[in-house]
């Protein structure tokens, strides 16, 4: 395949008979700790770098979960187009294309920080963060009650009569 005209990427010859477009877009980041050398290599390309290294040069569609895997488990025999050192590093590549980093996710009208995509999906109408919402269940908790005659913050006192206790509100000041 070398003398023939086929296309090459990251130094390698396309094969006519492995379609990318039946795999799931996955992205991992391959590099050099020695050298400056880093490649974006989508399914295509983990596969290429696969059969450079001796395997799935049989398969005629592998499976896009065995290519990711041969590929993560696989990195440190692969050898560096510039330098030459056997033995690259696999980063994942960062979804750069999310709600968050555009502006669009929805944020919380306390904090106004987004609200998380996990949260969304449990509760899609959700206007709070979960720490907003936490913190505002626990106000609900411990809002003190006023003596509507006072003002003053009102206790939690007990009265025993008659072998049952039983729990009041008790003004402090005018002991309402």
């Given at each position: 395949m070398q003398g023939s005209n086929a296309p090459v990427v990251a130094g390698f010859p396309i094969e006519a008979k492995f379609n990318p477009f039946n795999l799931p877009h996955f992205m991992q980041r391959l590099h050099c700790p020695d050298c400056s050398f880093a490649a974006e290599c989508d399914a295509s390309e983990m596969l290429r770098w696969l059969q450079n290294a001796?395997?799935?040069?049989r398969a005629k569609d592998p499976d896009a979960s065995l290519i990711e895997e041969l590929f993560l488990q696989t990195a440190d025999r692969f050898r560096c187009p510039a330098c030459g050192r056997m033995g690259l590093i696999v980063e994942e590549v960062k979804d750069d294309w999310n709600d968050e980093a555009w502006g669009m996710a929805r944020t919380c009208v306390r904090c106004r920080?987004?609200?998380?995509?996990?949260?969304?999906?449990i509760f899609p109408n959700a206007t709070l963060c979960a720490a907003c919402q936490n913190a505002s269940e626990a106000d609900e908790d411990e809002t003190p009650e006023y003596c509507p005659r006072c003002g003053s913050i009102m206790t939690l006192r007990t009265t025993g009569a008659g072998g049952v206790q039983r729990y009041a509100l008790v003004c402090p000041q005018c002991r309402r």
């Open positions: 001796g395997m799935l040069r920080k987004p609200i998380s995509r996990e949260r969304l999906e």
